[in-house]
C-alpha cells in the first residue's frame, strides 16, 4: 500500500535578500496561503531565507500556516565557534526546520557526510526538522555512479534517530541546482526509488513508506507539476523560483 504523505514545497532562499524584500515576499507568500480554506491545505509550505532576516521573515509569518526554515547549524549548542549558529538558537527565534548538506555546503565549506550527520542530530536534539540533501555531481552521473552516491551520502548523512517526523529528505543532482537543467521525471523517479529503497533497509518499510522525499534543481512553474506527480517525489526544495512569490506560490499550486 502506497502511505499517504504531505508534499512539502520548501523555498531556499541562499544568499538573497535584505530586510524590505524579505518582508514582503514572506508576507506576500503568508497571505496566498490563508486565502485557501482552513483545514483544505494539501502540502505544507517553508521558507529558509538567510540567517539575517529569520527574525523579519518570522514576524511576517506570524500567524500563517507558513513555516520557518534555517539554511544550517552548528553541531554544537553553543560555545567558542565564532560566526557559526547552533540548532538551539534557530529554535529559540522560531524556527521549524533547518536545511542541513546542502551541496553548496558541502563544496563551499567542504563538509562531508558525517558532519552532515551530526548537524542533523544536533537539529533533531534541539527539536527541529531537518532536510538532508544529497545529490551526484554531472561527473559522478557520466561515470554511471549517480545511484551509488546517492546511497553513499545517505547511509553517511542519515541522522541517528531519523523518523518519517523529524526528517526530509531532498533530492538535488547537482547538475540542475541554478542551472535551469531540470532533471527528467524519469530521472528523478529512477533517484528517488532508490533513495526510498535505501530508506526502508536503513528505518524499516513502515517509517520509509513515510518519510518525504523532496526533488530540487531548477524547479519552476512550468515543470513542478510532472515532478511532484511522481511515485516518489514529495514536494520540491525551491532555489530561485523561491524569490519570486508569484513562482513559488505557483510551484506549490501545482501540488494540488
Ligand atoms: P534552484 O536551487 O531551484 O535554484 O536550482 C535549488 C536548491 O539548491 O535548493
Redesign the pocket.
Given at each position: 500500500m502506497i502511505a499517504k504523505r504531505c508534499p512539502l514545497i520548501a523555498g531556499?532562499w541562499k544568499m538573497n535578500g535584505l530586510k524590505k524584500d524579505g518582508r514582503t515576499l514572506a508576507s506576500t507568500l503568508a497571505k496566498h496561503i490563508k486565502k485557501k480554506k482552513k483545514g483544505k491545505q494539501p502540502f505544507g509550505m517553508l521558507i529558509c531565507p538567510p540567517f539575517t532576516l529569520l527574525g523579519a521573515v518570522g514576524a511576517a509569518l506570524k500567524g500563517s500556516a507558513v513555516m520557518l526554515g534555517a539554511q544550517d547549524c552548528h553541531i554544537s549548542e553553543s560555545g567558542a565557534h565564532t560566526g557559526d549558529i547552533s540548532a538551539k538558537m534557530l529554535k529559540d527565534l522560531g524556527c521549524d526546520y533547518v536545511i542541513v548538506g546542502?551541496s553548496e555546503r558541502r563544496a563551499d565549506h567542504k563538509e562531508s557526510n558525517a558532519m552532515v550527520k551530526a548537524k542533523a542530530e544536533a537539529a533533531i536534539k534541539a527539536g527541529l526538522k531537518v532536510i538532508v540533501c544529497i545529490g551526484e555531481t554531472l561527473a559522478q552521473r557520466d561515470a554511471g555512479r549517480t545511484i551509488a552516491v546517492n546511497h553513499r551520502q545517505l547511509r553517511g548523512s542519515l541522522p541517528e534517530g531519523a523518523t518519517a517526523a523529524n526528517t526530509v529528505i531532498a533530492y538535488?543532482p547537482v547538475w540542475?541546482?541554478?542551472t535551469g537543467r531540470v532533471a527528467t521525471p524519469d530521472q528523478a523517479q529512477e533517484v528517488h526509488a532508490a533513495i526510498r529503497s535505501a530508506l526502508i533497509r536503513a528505518l524499516g518499510e513502515k517509517e520509509a513508506a513515510k518519510m518525504r522525499i523532496l526533488y530540487?534543481?531548477?524547479?519552476k512553474p512550468d515543470n513542478a507539476k510532472e515532478l511532484m506527480a511522481l511515485e516518489d517525489v514529495d514536494g520540491g526544495?525551491?532555489?530561485?523560483?523561491s524569490l519570486k512569490a508569484k513562482d513559488f506560490w505557483a510551484i506549490a499550486k501545482s501540488q494540488t
Open positions: 531556499n546542502h538535488e540542475a541546482i541554478g530540487g534543481g531548477s524547479m526544495l525551491v532555489g530561485g523560483a
